[in-house]
């Protein structure tokens, strides 16, 4: 696709069989799609067929007063001022760095400059910072299959949620057409990934009825884990959620790592920016982060200059 935007400019026109599609990546059109003229826009029904198997009814499957009830219900749980504090990200961000060693071997080969595959741990700690800040810390738990084996509960997820989205793609390709692939293994990996959710919300139901509203740690969707009778709503939007909260950070994660590697320079400036900043070696804060500007225009420039997660709305 970046390929082709690179030869046929910002927005194009093509025919995908009977359907005829208009792509674009115009600043001024997604603006106007999501912000300006939003309600002249709809996910569809074709959309909304292809991802439901997994996604179910939430946020980003829904048109009309159904995602105006939605984006009501979301919109007070997740602003500015209630993401993701620190500790929890250096929590997790602890992990990555173990993870990448474990994986590479970097600790008993730290001046070897061969190729280090990123993408896996990226994606890992964007699911766990995801599901701790929606459910509550629960991402550790193992679950048991059918054969009676345990796993840790994120590692199981994501392969279930991995591969289902592997035929979701297929099947957005083909548009009204998506009903054509439906795989065994698809709708095996959709159920999977919604029953290992359910089990979550279940676990984290018992834990909301036990933990004292004092405790610091926010957790986004705790108004819907109040009883079981919220499971089915709660299911559908954290899968809903976590589809922007895994994969659009985990792909922005992975394109600036692979953006930094090819530019010395530009690392170079930006570490010693986050060194000037922080003075010694501890945890940053919030307010650190603020003074942080180039490395702030960095981020925005890497997100405006690609596409993190598909976007596709078709007009009335």
């Known amino acids: 696709m970046l390929g082709d935007h690179e030869k046929y400019g910002d927005t194009y026109a093509q025919w995908g069989g009977p359907i005829y599609t208009i792509l674009t990546r115009d600043p001024q059109n997604i603006r106007a799609i999501l912000s300006g003229k939003f309600k002249n826009f709809e996910i569809g029904a074709g959309r909304h067929g292809c991802v439901t198997p997994l996604l179910g009814d939430g946020i980003f499957t829904q048109d009309g007063p159904k995602w105006e009830h939605s984006r009501k219900l979301l919109a007070p749980l997740i602003q500015r001022s209630t993401l993701p504090d620190l500790k929890l990200i250096e929590k997790h961000y602890q992990r990555l760095l173990t993870k990448i060693a ?16 990123l993408k896996g741990p990226l994606f890992e700690l964007s699911l766990e910072i995801t599901t701790e800040f929606l459910l509550g810390e629960l991402a550790d738990s193992t679950v048991e299959d059918s054969t009676g084996e345990t ?108 953006s930094l590697s090819r530019d010395p320079k530009l690392f170079k400036l930006l570490k010693e920016e986050v060194a000037a900043v922080l003075e010694t070696i501890r945890q940053p804060t919030k307010s650190d982060l603020a003074r942080m500007t180039q490395l702030d225009h960095f981020i925005t420039e890497s997100m405006s200059g690609i596409l993190t997660l598909s976007v596709f709305r078709t007009m009335y």
């Open 151 to 258: 796993s840790v509960w994120a590692d199981a997820f994501a392969q279930e949620f991995n591969t289902a989205f592997r035929w979701i793609a297929k099947r957005e390709r083909l548009k009204s057409f998506y009903w054509m692939i439906n795989s065994k293994e698809f709708k095996d990996s959709c159920a999977s990934a919604r029953k290992l959710v359910e089990q979550m919300i279940h676990r984290s139901i018992e834990a909301f009825e036990g933990r004292s509203k004092s405790k610091e740690t926010y957790v986004a969707l705790a108004p819907l884990l109040q009883d079981d009778a919220n499971v089915a709503v709660a299911r559908d939007q954290f899968l809903n959620l976590l589809l922007a909260g895994r994969d659009t950070n985990g792909s922005l994660l992975c394109w600036i790592f692979y």
């Open 102 to 117: 474990d994986a590479s071997g970097l600790a008993e080969r730290r001046s070897d400059n061969g190729p280090v595959n």
